[in-house]
């Protein structure tokens, strides 16, 4: 099983970045695939996620409602995290995981890209 997250980079506050998670080794229509971050000194938190049977969901943290869109390209097999209006909060390693259908635990994780956002 392979998790390849890319898009991450350095941007300005105001931005814009869409990250990218490619998995393979699996079968893509039996899993979730969510985000989560990991900011300097603090835990990794929940960003988003999509499943092909529950559609997305988002964390509950307001600072993020409204700014983030999760999407699912299955002949790609790949789920994107678009994120606008970037804030220099937003600075974090992003990760992608993936879930098995009937399974509560995130098994698989990518290697994280790294979001840099300067005020």
């Known amino acids: 099983v392979q998790l390849q997250a890319s898009g991450g980079g350095s941007v300005q506050t105001g931005g814009s970045l869409r990250l990218s998670c490619a998995v393979s080794?699996?079968?893509?229509?039996?899993?979730?695939v969510g985000w989560f971050r990991q900011a300097p000194g603090k835990e990794r938190e929940f960003v988003a996620s999509?499943?092909?049977?529950?559609?997305?969901?988002?964390s509950t943290d307001s600072s993020m409602q409204g700014r983030v869109t999760c999407s699912r390209n299955n002949a790609m097999n790949t789920v994107s995290l678009q994120i606008n209006s970037l804030e220099p909060e937003d600075t974090a390693v992003y990760y992608c995981?993936?879930?098995?259908?009937?399974?509560?635990?995130?098994?698989?994780w990518g290697q994280g890209t790294k979001v840099t956002v300067s005020s």
């Open positions: 080794g699996l079968t893509f229509s039996k899993i979730a």
């Open positions: 995981a993936v879930r098995q259908y009937l399974s509560s635990q995130w098994s698989y």
């Open positions: 999509h499943s092909s049977r529950g559609g997305s969901q988002y």
